[in-house]
Structures are given as C-alpha cells and as structure tokens.
C-alpha cells in the first residue's frame, strides 16, 4: 500500500481527503458532501459492515422543523468500503436539508451504493414521533425481486 506510514505499521489508504484533518467544515447538503473509500482488505470473504448514527437530524420540507431518528447502515462490501469520518460528514450534511424520512433513508442507500457498489446494503431510520406517529423507514439493496401481483 502506498501512503504515510501510520502508528502500528499501517500506511494511509490513497485518495481519502478528510481522515486526518484537523478542520472540516460539514457540507450544506448531501448535493455538497462526498462519501469516501478504501480498499476492501478482504474482498473473498462476506462480513457485514455495521454503523450507528443515534444522532441523525433533517428539517422536514413543508414546516422546516427539525426530525430526529437514529440511521443505521449495514452493508456487504465488495471491492471498497466507506471511511468512517466521510459519512459521519456526509450524514451531518442533512441537519439544514429539507426531506421526508422515505427520500431520506432512500438518498443514504443511493449514495452508499453509488461510491462503494457493496454487495448488499440495508439502511433503516428510526424517527423520533412527530404529531404522535413514530416512523421507521428501511431501504435495502439489491431489491428484492417483485412477485407478480396474484388476482383475487
């Protein structure tokens, strides 16, 4: 691997901009924010890859008030793998974007797959109640194959 050497042997993957930054200001929007990646070390093998975001904020598109849920991403890796501080970038970039929770987790999904193509992904967010309704939204990639519709 070419790269900085780091503590414990291990050199800095190539072409990954904001680990190691001191300043990084958060993006405006998604439209603004990149995800990064890395190199899978271990492309043969099927691991799931698990993040947590318990603190996940967007504006609703009608009211503009804040929404708060927890978005969590599970996914299969192929060839690469998200750097960690890009999405913790890229997910506080919603926290002044107008969205509904379904073209949120969606866009999250989206996005995940377009920079790192993994095997399987799902992304789920949990709403904190808004008007007394909890809501929780899952997307999953690929998508399951449709059954045709059955007559009744």
Not at 47 to 71: A, K, N
Request: aromatic share 10%.
């Amino acid at each position: 691997m070419a790269g900085k050497q780091q503590s414990g042997g291990h050199s800095q993957p190539k072409g990954l901009t904001l680990l190691g930054r001191k300043s990084n200001p958060c993006p405006a929007s998604p439209d603004d924010a990149r995800l990064e990646t890395f190199k899978n070390a271990y492309p043969r093998r099927n691991y799931w890859i698990h993040c947590d975001c318990p603190e996940f904020t967007s504006l609703c598109p009608i009211t503009g008030q804040p929404d708060f849920g927890v978005i969590t991403i599970e996914y299969i890796p192929d060839r690469r793998c998200i750097e960690s501080k890009s999405l913790k970038l890229y997910l506080f970039s919603f926290r002044n974007f107008g969205t509904f929770y379904e073209a949120a987790v969606n866009r999250i999904l989206d996005d995940l797959v377009k920079a790192c193509q993994p095997r399987k992904a799902c992304v789920t967010g949990k709403f904190s109640p808004r008007g007394g309704i909890a809501m929780t939204v899952t997307a999953n990639y690929p998508p399951p194959r449709q059954q045709p519709a059955k007559r009744i």
